[in-house]
């Protein structure tokens, strides 16, 4: 059984399994915040910045997550 409806093969025709967790208003400010700055930087990047390293580059200038180191691997690509 598969979990896609072929008429919608953008999602799950169910919902996962498990406790769904709802966000705090501080947790959805945050999201947000990052999710709008994300966009910004994917939209404004002469490079083709791929989303999820706006994305990384976001919660940086967020301060939620700390830069990398310039000899640091790179991040292997998700699955």
Avoid: F, Y
């Amino acid at each position: 059984m598969t979990d896609t409806n072929p008429d919608d093969r953008w999602g799950p025709t169910r919902r996962p399994k498990g406790r769904i967790r709802n966000l705090t208003p501080a947790e959805l400010a945050l999201a947000d915040d990052l999710h709008t700055r994300a966009l910004a930087l994917w939209a404004a990047s002469e490079e083709g910045l791929s989303i999820r390293d706006a994305v990384d580059l976001a919660a940086v200038q967020l301060g939620l997550e700390a830069p990398a180191p310039d000899d640091a691997p790179p991040t292997p690509p998700r699955p």
